[in-house]
Nanobody, 121 residues
Framework: QVQLVESGGGLVQPGGSLRLSCVASGRIFRLEAMGWYRQAPGKERELVADITRDGLTNYADSVKGRFFISRDNAKNTVYLQMNSLDFEDTAVYYC???????????????WGRGAQVTVSS
């Protein structure tokens, strides 16, 4: 069984920064793509950023230039550095990972439970 645990969320003022972390544990043979999604109340879950195993990244237009995704394969961890936070960034942030538990097995998608990020003055 694989578990993903996010950390680093909290309450910040507009213009502030937070760094989210997501650590995977359990049966892990190979980490593939990783990503961050967010969901605000009453809205659909949306992609924030994702990153391939080799470090190629892409971002939602709304966060380009402000958010930065990175990963540490040795630590089974994906990060999301969030800068210049604004009210529109308030949401629950979820990490997602494609993980192969054993060799030659198709990777499965795993989700974290979410981390609350609240931007308020």
């Amino acid at each position: 069984q694989v578990q993903l645990v996010e950390s680093g969320g909290g309450l910040v003022q507009p213009g502030g920064s937070l760094r989210l972390s997501c650590v995977a544990s359990g049966r892990i043979f190979r980490l593939e793509a990783m990503g961050w999604y967010r969901q605000a109340p009453g809205k659909e879950r949306e992609l924030v950023a994702d990153i391939t195993r080799d470090g190629l990244t892409n971002y939602a237009d709304s966060v380009k230039g402000r958010f930065f995704i990175s990963r540490d394969n040795a630590k089974n961890t994906v990060y999301l550095q969030m800068n210049s936070l604004d009210f529109e960034d308030t949401a629950v942030y979820y990490c997602r990972m494609h993980i192969g538990a054993v060799e030659r097995e198709l990777p499965k998608i795993y989700w974290g439970r979410g981390a609350q990020v609240t931007v308020s003055s």
